[in-house]
């Protein structure tokens, strides 16, 4: 999708550099824009994995980075339930084969690390500037520019919040506003370790292998807690993600915000279930913990003068290493910068990032409450709703085993249309089509003085 082209060159600042800004870096720069990013901290390093669900490969597809996300990706086409408590397989989500193909695109399991390197990369090589260890002190609209905490001032067309939840690029788009959030009672602990150090386990180094005529990956369901597994970095290592009550886990954690993020050593941790899933653990001295909250949803992503916009966790809560949270970034930058695209003169400025927002905001808000039904139905404590879950689990599994008819293929695909389905870039795309054209030709029409319909 290289173009260099837009009928507009414009100075972009974005400020954070997270999966959501990368990927929009790469984009502008790719398109002709001129992208300055800005970091307080270094160059990312995240542990754990992403799901590269259809909707997120369809971009990366796009923007021409499959080839090299396939070298680090492995394929997915169910998901394996595992009892916390027993060890015992409760069942299969299983895809069928058709109704991924008729995703567009197909679902992926990677390194967040390994992601974010692809895309900086290619960001870097188009063209985009990144200032790491650079504090942004304050952020003004009109004129758009920051100042560092050395003084100096970047003036630029347009500034792009995607500093996470506790942005100071929000704070001038809703000046005065209070933005709640209180824990939500889990924390997700996380870490990314070598398959090989399963070695002289053979029970674990087959339990963490890929194999191609079953490729799935694995939920462990348990109390109030679940987790997944899988692999990254091609088959090299495995991601762990554990969703757990803190205070049962480590105690009540700490209300600083500097405790978010931090590396915890495993005999801090009060971790307990199934044998595998314990010996497991025995290889990871430490994980990350990433505390989960409840977020608002913004009001406003824009700024009055349109020229500040919030994107990603800037502007919506995305619960960490969900299916999803890899997603709604790309997607994210994938709107953006499909609209973007169309800039012809400054004035349009405002307009397209409003239609950003008015794209986005429904579609995080309905993945937002996909997901934390989701979370709620992997803790179902023990009882008839979790035996009816493991019922539904074995069905599909049996179902599966048994060959998939008409009805059920269109069944499961009415189920993840809506999701795996959707395409940021065509929907930026149809907005323009619908909307952005019309107002076009009705600021043409009004100029030479005619009447619009």
Aim: glycine share 8%; hydrophobic share 40%.
């Amino acid at each position: 999708m290289s173009s260099n082209n837009v009928p507009l060159r414009i100075e972009v600042i974005i400020v954070g550099a997270g999966l959501c800004s990368v990927a929009t870096a790469f984009r502008l720069c790719q398109l002709g824009h001129q992208v300055h990013v800005i970091d307080k901290g270094g160059p990312n390093e995240r542990q754990g994995g992403v799901y590269s669900t259809p909707n997120l490969t369809k971009c990366l597809v796009q923007w021409g980075l499959l080839k090299e996300v396939q070298k680090l990706s492995v394929p997915a086409r169910a998901a394996r339930f595992i009892s916390l408590d027993s060890g015992e397989i409760t069942g299969y989500l299983e895809w069928e084969e058709n109704v991924i193909h008729e995703t567009g695109a197909d679902y992926l399991l990677m390194g967040h690390q390994d992601l974010w390197n692809i895309i900086y990369d290619e960001a870097v090589a188009a063209g985009a500037l990144f200032s790491f260890n650079t504090l942004v002190t304050s952020v003004e609209a009109d004129p758009p520019r920051v100042r560092l905490e050395n003084g100096q001032m970047l003036h630029t067309d347009i500034i792009i919040g995607a500093d996470g939840p506790r942005s100071i690029v929000r704070e001038a788009v809703t000046p005065g506003e209070t933005y709640n959030e209180k824990p939500e009672g889990h924390c997700v602990y996380v870490a990314t370790v070598s398959r090989d150090l399963f070695k002289h386990d053979e029970e674990l180094y087959e339990f963490t292998a890929f194999h191609p005529e079953r490729p799935e990956f694995n939920f462990w369901t348990g109390d109030g807690r679940h987790g997944a597994f899988f692999l990254v970095g091609g088959e090299d290592a495995v991601a762990i993600h554990l969703f757990l009550n803190e205070e049962i886990t480590e105690g009540r954690v700490t209300e600083d915000i500097a405790s978010d993020g931090m590396m915890v050593p495993i005999e801090a941790l009060n971790i307990s279930g199934e044998p595998k899933l314990q010996r497991m653990l025995k290889y990871v001295p430490e994980l990350i913990r990433k505390r989960m909250y409840r977020r608002e949803f913004l009001e406003d992503w824009v700024d009055r003068s349109g020229r500040l916009v919030l994107m990603s966790e800037a502007a919506y809560p995305i619960l960490p290493y969900s299916p999803q949270s890899g997603s709604l970034q790309i997607e994210d930058a994938a709107v953006l910068t499909t609209l973007l695209a169309k800039l012809k003169t400054k004035d349009q400025i405002p307009n397209l990032l409003s239609a950003f927002q008015e794209i986005r905001q429904s579609r995080a808000l309905t993945l937002y409450n996909k997901e934390y039904k989701a979370i709620e139905w992997f803790g179902i404590p023990p009882g008839e709703a979790r035996n009816a879950r493991d019922d539904v689990l074995r069905a599909m599994v049996d179902s599966g085993r048994k060959g998939w008819d008409e009805s059920k293929l269109k069944w499961q695909w009415e189920e993840i249309a809506e999701v795996f389905g959707y395409h940021a870039i065509e929907a930026a795309e149809d907005w323009w089509v619908v909307w952005g054209m019309m107002r076009e030709r009705s600021e043409v029409a009004d100029a030479w003085g005619t009447i619009t319909p």
